[in-house]
């Protein structure tokens, strides 16, 4: 891999909403259309986070337009693996109001021991649900699994395995564990999305740690999907059926 290194989609961002994000949606897009992304994914925390916006943000998507700034917009949830059986803080119903699902392990969800065979176990779950798009940062220590099964079970289920550029920054053991994880998805042909988990407007599109990372592993460029935003918007009009090309928002219930 060496060509030049641009995501064009960035489908797991956080805003203001959560109030540990510090810009908008425009500042958001604003930032997305400045780096070459076209396709940005608002992504804020499901209810069973502690810093989580009200239910009603979510339901409310169907008010937000389909671009802003020139950027394809999806409108999403981060929503939260809440134990060892891949149970999620939002159900069928709630999470209809989303036009894409990225799921995730967070320390302040959970109360169960974080050991390997039970967080495998909740990874294996969680991809009998199928509205569940992309396995949030599955690199952290503190949430160890068996890689390679469970890798090869998340590509068998149709899910995404995200390398996530601030969870590579700030999370211990996320980047070593991340050596491992995409050595796998990179053997076993395993398509990954990159996304920054930008908390700041700033960071959306930026991804050097990552990009490092997949150099380093010569990882082929045809399994990163969001180096492609067509690809990931037929992922998403797939499943639900969404019109980037008009204005018209349809919310993913209409096919649930
Ligand atoms: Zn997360
Ligand atoms: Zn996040």
């Given at each position: 891999?060496?060509?030049?290194?641009?995501?064009?989609?960035?489908?797991?961002?956080h805003?203001?909403?959560?109030?540990?994000?510090?810009?908008?949606?425009?500042?958001?897009?604003?930032?997305?259309?400045?780096?070459?992304?076209?396709?940005?994914?608002?992504?804020?925390?499901?209810?069973?986070?502690?810093?989580?916006?009200?239910?009603?943000?979510?339901h409310?998507?169907?008010?937000?337009?389909?671009?802003?700034?020139?950027?394809?917009?999806?409108?999403?949830?981060?929503?939260?693996?809440?134990?060892?059986?891949?149970?999620?803080?939002?159900?069928?119903?709630?999470?209809?109001?989303?036009?894409?699902?990225?799921?995730?392990?967070?320390t302040?969800?959970?109360?169960?021991?974080?050991?390997?065979?039970?967080?495998?176990?909740?990874?294996?779950?969680?991809?009998?649900?199928?509205l569940?798009?992309?396995?949030?940062?599955?690199?952290?220590?503190?949430?160890?699994?068996?890689?390679?099964?469970?890798?090869?079970?998340?590509?068998?289920?149709?899910?995404?395995?995200?390398?996530?550029?601030?969870?590579?920054?700030?999370?211990?053991?996320?980047l070593?564990?991340?050596?491992?994880?995409?050595?796998?998805?990179?053997?076993?042909?395993?398509?990954?999305?990159?996304?920054?988990?930008?908390?700041?407007?700033?960071?959306?599109?930026?991804?050097?740690?990552?990009?490092?990372?997949?150099?380093?592993?010569?990882?082929?460029?045809?399994?990163?999907?969001?180096?492609d935003?067509?690809?990931?918007?037929?992922?998403?009009?797939?499943?639900r059926?969404?019109?980037?090309?008009?204005?018209?928002?349809?919310?993913?219930?209409?096919?649930?």
């Amino acid at each position: 891999m060496t060509e030049p290194f641009q995501i064009r989609a960035d489908v797991h961002t956080h805003t203001v909403a959560s109030t540990h994000a510090y810009s908008t949606v425009t500042e958001m897009a604003q930032a997305a259309s400045e780096t070459g992304v076209k396709l940005l994914g608002i992504t804020d925390y499901g209810p069973g986070a502690p810093d989580a916006p009200h239910i009603w943000h979510f339901h409310n998507y169907k008010i937000l337009p389909r671009e802003i700034c020139g950027v394809k917009m999806l409108y999403g949830v981060e929503a939260n693996i809440m134990d060892e059986f891949g149970t999620l803080d939002m159900d069928a119903h709630e999470l209809s109001f989303c036009e894409w699902v990225v799921a995730s392990y967070h320390t302040s969800c959970v109360s169960f021991p974080r050991t390997p065979e039970l967080v495998t176990q909740g990874y294996r779950k969680l991809c009998e649900n199928p509205l569940v798009d992309v396995i949030g940062h599955p690199t952290t220590a503190m949430f160890p699994f068996d890689y390679e099964p469970v890798l090869k079970l998340f590509k068998e289920a149709g899910k995404l395995v995200e390398i996530n550029e601030s969870s590579l920054q700030w999370k211990q053991g996320a980047l070593e564990n991340g050596k491992t994880v995409y050595a796998l998805c990179k053997k076993y042909e395993i398509p990954i999305v990159l996304n920054t988990d930008a908390h700041f407007a700033g960071l959306v599109g930026k991804t050097p740690i990552a990009e490092q990372l997949l150099r380093d592993l010569d990882f082929p460029r045809s399994l990163i999907v969001s180096l492609d935003a067509d690809r990931i918007m037929e992922l998403a009009r797939q499943k639900r059926n969404i019109r980037f090309d008009s204005n018209e928002k349809q919310i993913a219930r209409e096919s649930v």
